[in-house]
């Protein structure tokens, strides 16, 4: 076993940085165009070899917005589940169709295929771009299919800050939170990307700020793979997961970004 891997628990997958939003605080940009989308297959097969490698805790599928491709979401939870991984979660902005009969469908299909927490992306950011009434209609469809879902707020300050999107945030989460649905704590942006760009007003650009998803790469505990199979300094289109691992050095880095 790679000692630089050895508390490795947790794998996520970036399954296309497409997305239907247009969100101010995003760290990754404005997620212009299609771009790659993960090989549902290719990934299925990566997390089965490292699930037997590795004593997993959880599997993450985000994005950009993952329900653009809700096929391979589905076959990388189908793969989890069958592999004993016991966290199942999907990262998403709930919204991906208008139409309710894609909406129950694709809600059946997640919860068919094993996924077993939602983080749902709601707050003011998103909402400036995305509308209200599928992304409930989603969460409604998903609860009726007995999957664990809950509200994922990005943040300013935190709960009840006052400053206008932190407002807005605990006003959007009063609406899901009357569906049923409680928030979890969510997230505190920082100044990268977009949130650079459009929210600068709000931070101390003169400090110098880290990304608070960048791994340690001496003790790696999440591998994250990217739409194009890139990982650990490696691409499983190419070449197997196993070798990946068993040369991975430092060197090579451990970054990840999660969906927010």
Same mark, same amino acid.
């Given at each position: 076993?790679?000692?630089?891997?050895?508390?490795?628990?947790?794998?996520?997958?970036?399954?296309?940085?497409?997305?239907?939003?247009?969100?101010?605080?995003?760290?990754?940009?404005?997620?212009?165009?299609?771009?790659?989308?993960? $090989?549902?297959?290719?990934?299925?097969?990566?997390?089965?070899?490292?699930?037997?490698?590795?004593?997993?805790?959880?599997?993450?599928?985000? /994005?950009?917005?993952?329900?653009?491709?809700?096929?391979?979401?589905?076959?990388?939870?189908?793969?989890?589940?069958?592999?004993?991984?016991?966290?199942?979660?999907?990262?998403?902005?709930?919204?991906?169709?208008?139409?309710? #009969?894609?909406?129950?469908?694709?809600?059946?299909?997640?919860?068919?295929?094993?996924?077993?927490?939602?983080?749902?992306?709601? $707050?003011?950011?998103?909402?400036?771009?995305?509308?209200?009434?599928?992304?409930? =209609?989603?969460?409604?469809?998903?609860?009726?299919?007995?999957?664990?879902?809950?509200?994922?707020?990005?943040?300013?300050?935190?709960? /009840?800050?006052?400053?206008?999107?932190?407002?807005?945030?605990?006003?959007?989460?009063?609406?899901?939170?009357?569906?049923?649905?409680?928030?979890?704590?969510?997230?505190?942006?920082?100044?990268?990307?977009?949130? =650079?760009?459009?929210?600068?007003?709000?931070?101390?650009?003169?400090?110098?700020?880290?990304?608070?998803?960048?791994? $340690?790469?001496?003790?790696?505990?999440?591998?994250?793979?990217?739409?194009?199979?890139?990982?650990?300094? /490696?691409?499983?289109?190419?070449?197997?997961?196993?070798?990946?691992?068993? #040369?991975?050095?430092?060197?090579?880095?451990?970054?990840?970004?999660?969906?927010?």
């Amino acid at each position: 076993m790679n000692l630089y891997l050895r508390n490795l628990k947790r794998v996520e997958f970036v399954v296309t940085y497409a997305c239907t939003g247009r969100c101010k605080h995003c760290s990754q940009g404005d997620h212009t165009g299609q771009g790659a989308v993960l $090989d549902g297959e290719r990934a299925a097969e990566a997390l089965r070899q490292v699930a037997g490698m590795y004593r997993l805790q959880s599997v993450m599928t985000f /994005g950009g917005e993952p329900l653009l491709h809700p096929e391979v979401v589905c076959r990388i939870h189908a793969a989890a589940a069958e592999c004993g991984i016991p966290a199942r979660q999907m990262i998403t902005n709930g919204f991906f169709a208008r139409d309710p #009969r894609v909406i129950e469908k694709v809600a059946g299909d997640l919860a068919g295929s094993g996924v077993n927490d939602i983080l749902l992306s709601v $707050d003011a950011f998103h909402q400036e771009t995305i509308p209200l009434e599928p992304v409930k =209609r989603f969460a409604e469809a998903i609860r009726a299919e007995g999957v664990q879902i809950r509200t994922q707020p990005a943040w300013i300050k935190g709960s /009840g800050a006052d400053n206008p999107y932190d407002r807005r945030t605990g006003e959007i989460l009063c609406e899901f939170q009357e569906l049923g649905i409680e928030a979890n704590d969510g997230n505190v942006i920082f100044p990268a990307g977009n949130a =650079r760009r459009y929210l600068g007003e709000y931070f101390d650009l003169d400090r110098e700020w880290h990304s608070p998803y960048e791994e $340690d790469p001496e003790d790696v505990r999440a591998l994250s793979f990217d739409p194009e199979g890139n990982v650990l300094g /490696g691409n499983v289109s190419r070449e197997e997961i196993q070798d990946i691992l068993s #040369r991975y050095t430092p060197s090579l880095g451990g970054r990840r970004e999660p969906g927010l």
